[in-house]
């Protein structure tokens, strides 16, 4: 695709969150949102009128039909996200996918197989990975600073009181659950800045609702000597931090997901003797981000997608520490040939 195209995005459903990521794709240059799509023509209308969207449909199908539209972003409950993607694929749309992109791992693989084999992009809706913060704490790893990496911690929760019941989080079928909700950004947070293999053994506990984890704890066994562990939760305080420590130093950052404030972002490399030094980014708005990342990489500005390969690993591990946390059981997780 020549480079200075204007790229026509449609959505596919009202969701919450794509009142924010319309946002992102409307003040980003060389995008033009066009269209919306919902199961309901309505609702697709009175949104469309609220976020300035010109065109507005009664079907998902009518957006991919639609000649005039290149990307398509799909908030969609994670498990409609495998039949959305083949649609859309096959009609040559590339599409930015809410995370978790999938239920599985198998249907995560089959996803990336039919966007390859159909020329598309495809990339993962999670935001924090475009900051510029979490590429400066990549280097400070990456540099040796901490040293040799031992311990990674995470948590990701907030609390719902009382729990929203019909929520598609507590859906069991869409694919609801903390980890695959939080546990995403935990999971793969250990992967980008702890060790981007797979771990060899996992260990998980969950408490249940409606038979989806409200809350979950995991503990992530790799190779050298790396030890990680996380938890997540939808009945705990709002927490999004992380700590990453070596055998020199540490680095602390307490809001990795979303900065707290949007006038600075910042982590703390914490010494061996109580000191700790501030290291602060310039302000970013991580989706806006995002969405200049797909374009480019659409537009063929940028060459690479680590994005999707990561995303891959990340259902992977989800998957094992699923399948821990039902069965009460370590799970032991072999790295792909
Ligand atoms: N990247 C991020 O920062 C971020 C943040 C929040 C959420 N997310 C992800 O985005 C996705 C959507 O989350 P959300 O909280 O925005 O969800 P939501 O408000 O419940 O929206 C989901 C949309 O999916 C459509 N839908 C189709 N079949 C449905 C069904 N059986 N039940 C419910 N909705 C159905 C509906 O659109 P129509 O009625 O218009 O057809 C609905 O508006 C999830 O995968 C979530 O993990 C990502």
Same mark, same amino acid.
């Given at each position: 695709m020549s480079e200075d195209r204007i790229l026509r995005w449609?959505?596919? &459903?009202?969701?919450?969150?794509?009142? /924010?990521?319309?946002?992102?794709?409307?003040?980003?240059?060389?995008?033009?949102?066009?269209?919306?799509?919902?199961?309901?023509? @309505?609702?697709?209308?009175?949104? &469309?009128a609220k976020h300035n969207v010109p065109n507005a449909v009664g079907s998902y199908q009518a957006v991919i039909d639609d000649p005039d539209i290149d990307v398509i972003y799909l908030p969609l409950p994670p498990n409609l996200h495998l039949e959305w993607i083949e649609k859309a694929a096959r009609a040559g749309k590339h599409i930015l996918v809410e995370k978790p992109i999938a239920i599985s791992v198998s249907a995560a693989r089959e996803m990336v197989d039919i966007a390859r084999s159909h020329n598309v992009h495809l990339m993962d809706g999670v935001m924090w =990975?475009?900051?510029?913060?979490?590429?400066?704490?990549?280097? =400070?790893?990456s540099s040796g600073e901490l040293g040799t990496i031992r311990r990674m911690t995470c948590a990701f929760s907030f609390c719902w009181n009382p729990l929203p019941s019909s929520n598609i989080r507590f859906n069991a079928e869409l694919g609801g659950g903390s980890l695959l909700d939080l546990g995403w950004y935990t999971v793969?947070?250990?992967?980008?800045?702890?060790?981007?293999?797979?771990?060899?053994?996992?260990?998980?506990?969950?408490?249940? %609702?409606?038979? =989806?984890?409200?809350?979950?704890?995991?503990?992530?066994? %790799?190779?050298?000597?790396?030890?990680?562990?996380?938890?997540?939760?939808?009945?705990?305080?709002?927490?999004?931090?992380? @700590?990453v420590a070596g055998t020199d130093n540490s680095i602390v950052c307490d809001d990795f997901v979303l900065p707290w404030s949007d006038e600075e972002s910042k982590f703390? =490399?914490?010494?061996?003797?109580?000191?700790? @030094?501030?290291?602060?980014?310039?302000?970013?708005?991580?989706?806006?981000?995002?969405?200049?990342? %797909?374009?480019?990489?659409?537009?063929?500005?940028?060459?690479?997608?680590?994005?999707?390969?990561?995303?891959? /690993?990340?259902?992977?591990?989800?998957?094992?520490?699923?399948?821990?946390?039902?069965?009460?059981?370590?799970i032991e997780l072999r790295e792909d040939k």
């Open positions: 449609g959505i596919l &459903g009202t969701a919450n969150i794509a009142t /924010k990521v319309s946002k992102a794709i409307q003040s980003t240059a060389s995008c033009n949102l066009t269209t919306i799509g919902s199961r309901d023509l @309505e609702k697709a209308r009175s949104w &469309g =990975v475009h900051h510029p913060r979490t590429r400066m704490m990549k280097d =400070v790893i793969g947070a250990t992967l980008l800045l702890g060790c981007n293999r797979l771990p060899q053994r996992v260990q998980a506990s969950a408490r249940w %609702f409606q038979d =989806v984890d409200v809350s979950f704890s995991a503990m992530m066994w %790799f190779e050298k000597n790396f030890v990680a562990s996380f938890d997540t939760a939808f009945d705990t305080a709002t927490r999004r931090w992380l @700590e703390w =490399v914490h010494g061996d003797s109580g000191q700790s @030094e501030k290291r602060t980014c310039p302000p970013a708005v991580q989706q806006n981000n995002m969405i200049a990342d %797909f374009r480019d990489l659409i537009l063929g500005r940028r060459t690479d997608n680590p994005w999707i390969d990561w995303s891959l /690993k990340v259902q992977q591990v989800c998957d094992a520490l699923a399948l821990s946390a039902r069965k009460e059981q370590p």
